[in-house]
């Protein structure tokens, strides 16, 4: 495929306005890129031809443009972290957390992500001594755009706001009491407990 037409292609699968983000890393690194239909066990990965020295990252066709580019990120660490050091370093150790961080706070600073994404990610990998290398929060995060009415208050973290039906009336989550969580409304101040099944319509981690 030439380098146009993957380039066209891939405009249907990144964040909107990042595709210059994604030129200049293709114009400047040398490596194979291929989207992939979904695989069960992986949403990307990185690969060394041992015989070539051949780089290449893969990424699944079934991800929201933010997955998908969390998942570039990641993958591109890789990338970069075998060009600076090469095999002899662990696959997630402190020189990919490094890159990967920096990555992700570059992405963030050119607006890549939106504000609310933006926080789920800083709150994940870039908090001082806290980096958490398979964030169920954005997982989260991701669902709810995609499905903004599968979830119960159960299945969200604490200090998370969110519109319970059939009201729409918005509180947040404080902790849990038994079978019931301690929840605020945020109009009133008042505080109620929530059953955990109850459903929510959407919510979000931007923490007040």
Known sequence: MRKNDFINGLINFVPKDSINYY???LNKYKFSFFIKNPRKLKMGDF????????????INNNLHPYQFHLTFLHEFAHLKTFLKYGRGIKPHG????????????????????NIEASSVLTDCYLRHNHFN?????????????ENPFWLSVKDIPDNTFFMLKPTYRKFKKIKKRR????????????QYLVSQNAEIFNFNFLLK
Do not use: G, H
């Not at 690969?47 to 990252?57: A, G, M, P, S």
């Not at 402190?94 to 992500?113: C, G, M, P, V, Y």
């Open 23 to 25: 030129i200049n890393i």
């Open 47 to 58: 690969k060394v031809d041992l015989k070539t020295n051949n780089l290449t990252i893969t």
């Open 94 to 113: 402190i020189e990919w957390k490094t890159e990967f961080q920096k990555l992700i706070a570059d992405s963030i600073e050119r607006k890549i992500f």
């Open 133 to 145: 290398s398979n964030c169920q929060k954005f997982d989260l995060f991701i669902k709810n755009i």
């Open 179 to 190: 079978t019931r969580y301690l929840c605020e409304e945020s109009k009133t101040k008042r």
